[in-house]
Each structure stands twice: as structure tokens, then as C-alpha cells.
């Protein structure tokens, strides 16, 4: 079957299910295509814990969840988990992936291109229930402020909010 790269509107059953483009992918690739969520299946990740620490100049903050799955389907169903590592600009945070019960896809595509990224994808078997824990580690200086805005970001906030009260006038 040939595809041609553009935008799809998918249908499942004979229902809408979503909305999609097409990649324009080589004779023989394989890609991957969306059909919306999936009604009786339910994914869902809960926070367990969250430690902090400090270890000589640094300081560890170690964050685990946990993910649940349930399938309401009548046979088993092999599902792709994604999640993501969180992000920080520069090196000065080290991100590490810590406390998994359920081992990373394995797939050479996931391993070559996404997983680089930060994100993070499960292959998993399940008949009716499945879970599994897992946890990042946040390492950085102890004298690093993280999640607080930069002065330039706080200024321009600060105009854009005067700004909005001026139109509002």
C-alpha cells in the first residue's frame, strides 16, 4: 500500500477517532500511526515519594511514581507506555532514570532517536491489570535554585502584566 506524507483523519470502527500526518516514509520503513485514545484502556501515573538529600556540594532530589494500567478489552493487548524525563537547559542539573521495575523498550528506532530526548517508553503486556515504578534523580549544586524564574523573565512578566491593566482601563 502506498501513502502519500500529508494529513489523515483516522476512523476506528467506523467512528472519528483523531487527526494525524502522514511523514513521508521510504518504500519498506516502518512508522507508526495514531488513532486517538483507546476508551478501555487506562493509564494512569501516580506520585510515591519524593526524598531529598544533600551529598557534599550537591544536592539529590529523587522523585518515584507509579503507573498503573487496567485493560477493560476481552483479550490481552501489548501497549507502548511513553512518559518523559524532565528537562533542564544546560548541564548544570544531572537528570538519571532510578528505581524502574519494568526495563525501557529495547527498540533500536526508540533507542536511536527518542530515548536521547528524555523520553522514556515501556512495552507491556497486559490482560486486565499491570504496574510498574519508576524514578528520576535530580542532582545539581546545593547553592542552585531550581524552578525560579531569571530576573529578565520576572521584568518582562511584570510589564506584560501592567500592560494587560493598561488595556483593561
Not at 35 to 50: A, C, H, I, M, N
Not at 62 to 85: A, C, E, G, I, W
Amino acid at each position: 500500500v502506498t501513502l502519500l506524507p500529508g494529513p489523515y483523519n483516522a476512523y476506528l470502527d467506523g467512528a472519528f477517532a483523531g487527526r494525524g500526518a502522514l511523514p513521508l516514509v521510504a518504500k519498506g520503513e516502518s512508522m507508526t500511526l495514531g488513532f486517538g485514545s483507546e476508551s478501555q484502556l487506562r493509564v494512569t501515573r501516580e506520585p510515591q515519594d519524593k526524598h531529598t538529600e544533600i551529598k557534599g556540594g550537591n544536592k539529590l532530589i529523587t522523585l518515584n511514581y507509579q503507573m498503573r494500567l487496567r485493560s477493560f478489552m476481552t483479550k490481552p493487548v501489548k501497549l507502548r507506555v511513553y512518559d518523559r524525563l524532565p528537562q533542564a537547559a544546560g548541564d548544570q542539573v544531572q537528570i538519571t532514570l532510578v528505581n524502574g521495575t519494568q526495563a525501557l523498550s529495547v527498540d533500536p528506532l526508540y533507542v536511536d532517536q527518542e530515548k536521547p530526548r528524555g523520553l522514556l517508553r515501556w512495552d507491556v503486556d497486559v490482560d486486565k491489570t499491570a504496574s510498574f515504578t519508576f524514578g528520576f534523580r535530580l542532582e545539581f549544586d546545593r547553592q542552585l535554585s531550581i524552578g525560579d524564574l531569571s530576573d529578565p523573565v520576572i521584568q518582562r512578566m511584570k510589564r506584560d502584566i501592567d500592560t494587560m491593566r493598561e488595556l483593561k482601563r
